[in-house]
């Protein structure tokens, strides 16, 4: 099966390195499913946003992420977040109680809503 190299980097670390078949990510211009030889994008990453990757042994990781960019080659796939968490390891009663107090705070409560969805994606 063909194969991409994909990195999913956030600004305090580096969160996954590997092979992949398949990545998806969510764009300013809507979601992207990205396969090896796919052709070079360039894309960036919405708040509240959430990234799976399919890696070559046919596990899923998943992640929310913040912003950011996501770059696109033949053979590898870079995504660049702002900051971005596990969806393993979301704490779900604590993000629903953000979401409960946030109010007007659109950027938070996408954030929250994002950790959510990376959380139903797993």
């Known amino acids: 099966m063909a194969e991409m ?3 999913l980097v ?5 969160l996954w390195s590997g092979n992949a078949t398949m990545v ?3 764009t300013t211009e809507g979601e992207i499913g990205v396969m090896p030889g796919h052709e070079p994008v360039l894309g960036q990453l919405i708040e509240g946003g959430v990234v799976a990757i399919t890696t070559s042994d046919g596990d899923r990781v998943v992640a929310a992420v913040d912003g950011g960019f996501l770059s696109v ?3 590898s796939v870079t995504i660049l977040a702002e900051s971005a968490e596990w969806a393993k390891d979301v704490d779900v009663d604590a993000v629903r109680q953000t979401l409960d107090q946030v109010g007007d705070d659109e950027e938070a409560a996408a954030r929250a809503r994002g950790r959510l969805r990376a959380v139903e994606r797993m």
Request: hydrophobic content about 45%.
């Open 24 to 26: 998806v990510a969510q």
């Open 10 to 14: 956030a600004v305090e670390q580096r």
């Open 5 to 7: 190299s994909v990195d």
């Open 73 to 75: 080659t033949a053979k």
